[in-house]
């Protein structure tokens, strides 16, 4: 089984006038590989978060991004030698590798959730308490709203940034019908009402 571990929770605000967010950056330990979801933009943050868990960034096997949005990605400079992974695709230094379903040589399924971006994904990871989904920014909530997770309340939050409602609709309503529990790209990670 593999393990999730929420490094740092996901924050959006403003301050003086200025967006200030960084993402919910997860730790997967998924078949001996250590998978990091969403470095975020906060460096000291996100640096201060793997040390908590006697970790540095190079002990980071792969780099796996929801989607392209600065708040998720900017921290992927600390990883250049990494393998870096999106919904479908692995940058290893200059190489571009395809791949498919499942992030190579683990469990941890990705599963295509386009919305608040074209090419948003998510990832599925079976653990003892079920099934958790990193959701990335399919869920998410500015620090100044209320975190509603019950099912109506999950299908009707407004997302200001999505660039089609219709299917990001139905990504969310793709992610419910499989999760336990979600972990939301900006916010608290949730148990998924039955």
């Excluded at 967006?19 to 590989?33: P, R």
């Excluded at 994904?121 to 399919?138: F, N, Q, R, Y």
């Excluded at 999950?154 to 997302?159: A, C, I, N, S, V």
Aim: with cysteine; net charge negative.
């Amino acid at each position: 089984m593999s393990e999730v571990t929420v490094l740092i929770e996901g924050y959006a605000r403003e301050k003086n006038g200025t967006e200030v967010a960084s993402s919910t950056s997860v730790l997967i330990k998924d078949s001996g590989l250590k998978i990091l979801v969403d470095p975020g933009s906060n460096k000291k943050l996100l640096v201060k978060a793997l040390e908590r868990k006697g970790l540095q960034p190079n002990d980071i096997d792969i780099v796996f991004l929801s989607h392209y949005h600065l708040d998720h990605i900017l921290n992927i400079r600390l990883f250049p030698d990494k393998d870096i992974l999106d919904g479908n695709t692995i940058s290893r230094n200059d190489q571009i590798i395809d791949f498919e379903g499942k992030i190579p040589n683990t469990t941890i399924e990705v599963i295509p959730t386009p919305g608040h971006a074209s090419e948003h994904c998510s990832l599925a990871i079976k653990t003892e308490k079920g099934t958790v989904v990193v959701a990335g920014d399919v869920f998410w909530w500015a620090d100044n709203e209320t975190q509603k997770t019950d099912s109506k309340s999950l299908l009707e939050h407004k997302d200001p940034y999505e660039k089609d409602h219709a299917q990001l609709l139905a990504s969310r309503k793709k992610l419910l019908k499989i999760a336990d529990f979600i972990i939301s790209g900006h916010g608290k990670m949730f148990k998924v009402e039955k």
